[in-house]
């Protein structure tokens, strides 16, 4: 059985925090022309110093930076538009849930062996209740702190605190995050690169994650 305190009851509001964050980068590059910043420099700058980096540095940094904190969603739209010329879109894709995958798998380590005092205590501190994990609620813990809108480091911490067996974590969650990695990487892609087309698909992808989210929510938080 589920306890009655859980995290959903702290969730976000119902636009998910992908495409909030859209709305904020749209703002962002608003304000820059207020400032008589020009925002097509700022971004081409940007994707100058990420290919510079080179796609190995940045794959090996999406999968062990979100672990320690760093959002995810950065990584996700960027990816793309930095790459996809010099390696395809599908390889992109593909190594993105590659990095995910690894980066799923040293949070649960740091959350269940590495740091679990210091998380447990930060959990704690920001409301959220370890769960009491058992072989019948697993699964349904797993789905229920994926689909709270919590913050993604916090997702992995609770759930590698609360001892989830690591197969299921692994494999719930990478699924879980599937469509909405798949849809920023596309999104990012045709909208830095001015495909509307293309950019119509990752956000038509988003939307029917979101609309997924609230029915699994709907479902799994009873």
């Known amino acids: 059985m589920i306890p009655t305190e859980h995290p959903s009851s702290k969730k976000l509001p ?16 608003l304000i820059l022309r207020g400032l008589h910043v020009d925002p097509f420099a700022v971004k081409d700058r940007i994707f100058v110093f990420v290919r510079g980096v080179g796609p190995w540095a940045f794959f090996a940094a ?14 996700t739209l960027l990816a793309g538009e930095a790459f996809s010329s010099r390696m395809g879109l599908g390889w992109v894709i ?21 740091l679990r005092p210091l998380l447990s ?4 501190r920001f409301g959220y209740p370890i769960p009491r994990v058992t072989p019948e609620n697993a699964l349904s813990i797993t789905l229920l702190i994926r689909l709270t809108g919590a913050p993604y480091p916090f997702q992995c911490y609770l759930l590698g605190l609360a001892e989830v067996p690591f197969r299921l974590y692994l494999i719930a969650s990478w699924i879980c995050l599937l469509p909405w990695s798949i849809g920023a ?10 495909n ?14 979101a609309f997924l989210l609230q029915w699994l929510r709907r479902k799994y938080a009873s």
Do not use: D, H, K, Q
């Not at 925090?17 to 749209?26: K, M, P, S």
């Not at 672990?67 to 950065?74: E, N, R």
């Not at 205590?121 to 704690?124: G, K, L, Q």
């Open 14 to 29: 119902l636009l998910p925090v992908g495409l909030g964050a859209i709305v904020v980068l749209a703002g962002g590059l």
């Open 62 to 75: 999406m999968a062990l930076l979100p672990a320690f904190g760093m959002p995810l969603l950065p990584f």
């Open 94 to 114: 593909t190594l993105c849930l590659t990095a995910i995958a690894f980066n799923l798998a040293l949070s649960y380590w740091l959350a269940r062996f590495a």
């Open 121 to 124: 205590r930060i959990a704690e």
């Open 185 to 194: 990487i596309v999104l990012g892609r045709g909208m830095f690169n001015g």
């Open 196 to 209: 509307f087309r293309l950019a119509a698909m990752g956000l038509a992808v988003l939307v029917g994650a």
